[in-house]
């Protein structure tokens, strides 16, 4: 049997997949173009913007981080998100920031394979719904249902967005 050589960017994409399966969580992933919009990627996979959804890292005051999973065509509602988790104040941390935190870069964000298994938090209205989110490397794309992924990733599911 050959050995398998590593694919520049994959170490994400692998990680993505081995957390989902030691989770039980079925996941579909896909090969894709870039995209320069939110409507362009879900015109390439076939999905409304809304089944897009996006994993972002969320800083606290004292250092550490969450993941606020927000629907594509919403955004995060600071003062709900706030007064969900307590506290007075968190902020979109730098790229660089975001990578060191969860090892995945900007677009490729995920909390599944995530180098620290921050604490997630999920929009209400992805429940019952079948989702696209990152899956650890650039061109690629899973889809997961989305009460499976907030059950495996034990989430708080709440009100924590708004339209954009």
Same mark, same amino acid.
């Given at each position: 049997?050959? %050995?398998?050589?590593?694919? !520049? ?6 990680? $993505? ?15 894709? !173009? ?9 015109? @390439? ?19 550490? $981080?969450? $993941? ?7 955004? @995060? ?6 007064? &969900?988790?307590?506290? %007075? ?20 964000? /995920?909390?599944?394979?995530? /180098? ?8 209400? /209205? @992805? ?15 899973? $889809?997961?249902?989305?009460?499976? &992924? ?9 009100? @924590?967005?708004?339209? %954009?």
């Amino acid at each position: 049997m050959a %050995n398998a050589v590593p694919v !520049p960017g994959m170490e994400g994409a692998e990680r $993505f997949l081995s957390d989902a399966a030691a989770r039980g969580l079925d996941v579909d992933v896909v090969e894709r !173009p870039a995209a320069r919009s939110l409507e362009e990627a879900a015109d @390439i996979l076939g999905i409304r913007p809304a089944d897009i959804v996006k994993s972002l890292v969320v800083k606290h005051r004292d250092g550490s $981080f969450l $993941f606020a999973l927000i629907p594509g065509d919403r955004q @995060i509602s600071w003062p709900k998100l706030r007064a &969900l988790v307590g506290v %007075n104040k968190l902020s979109l941390p730098h790229a660089d920031v975001a990578l060191a935190a969860t090892g995945y870069e900007r677009g490729t964000i /995920t909390p599944l394979g995530s /180098t620290t298994p921050w604490p997630v938090y999920a929009d209400a /209205t @992805i429940a019952g719904r079948r989702i696209s989110m990152g899956a650890g490397a650039h061109g690629r794309s899973a $889809f997961v249902d989305a009460d499976a &992924l907030t059950a495996a990733l034990g989430a708080v599911v709440a009100d @924590i967005s708004e339209p %954009n």
